[in-house]
Nanobody, 119 residues
Framework: QVHLVESGGGLVQAGGSLTLSCAAS????????VGWYRQAPGKERERVAR????????YYLDSVKGRFTISRDIAKNTMSLQMNSLKPEDTAIYYC????????????WGQGTQVTVSS
């Protein structure tokens, strides 16, 4: 079992920056990929960014391209999401995600951290 702990959320003004971090512990089998999802009130959860664990290739939601940067530290089993030029529409609960395979049982989630961007 993989346990994920997030940190770094908070309140920021539009145009500001935040960095989210996520640390994995427990039975940390190397994942295939990791990433960040978010869920705003009344909306479905959406994937914001992901990174292939071994190769480092990154993928982003169109609306965050050029503003968010995902990274991972293989030695420390951690991941981060640097968020710049934040907009009110980025307000959501952000969840880190750790995937060791294709099955639902192989998906692990953090507890979520609130990001609020004021206009």
């Amino acid at each position: 079992q993989v346990h994920l702990v997030e940190s770094g959320g908070g309140l920021v003004q539009a145009g500001g920056s935040l960095t989210l971090s996520c640390a994995a512990s427990g039975r940390t089998v190397s994942p295939r990929e990791v990433g960040w999802y978010r869920q705003a009130p009344g909306k479905e959860r959406e994937r914001v960014a992901r990174i292939i664990w071994s190769g480092g290739t990154t993928y982003y939601l169109d609306s965050v391209k050029g503003r968010f940067t995902i990274s991972r530290d293989i030695a420390k089993n951690t991941m981060s999401l640097q968020m710049n030029s934040l907009k009110p529409e980025d307000t959501a609960i952000y969840y880190c995600w750790w995937s060791t395979g294709l099955f639902k049982s192989q998906q692990y989630w953090g507890q979520g951290t609130q990001v609020t961007v004021s206009s």
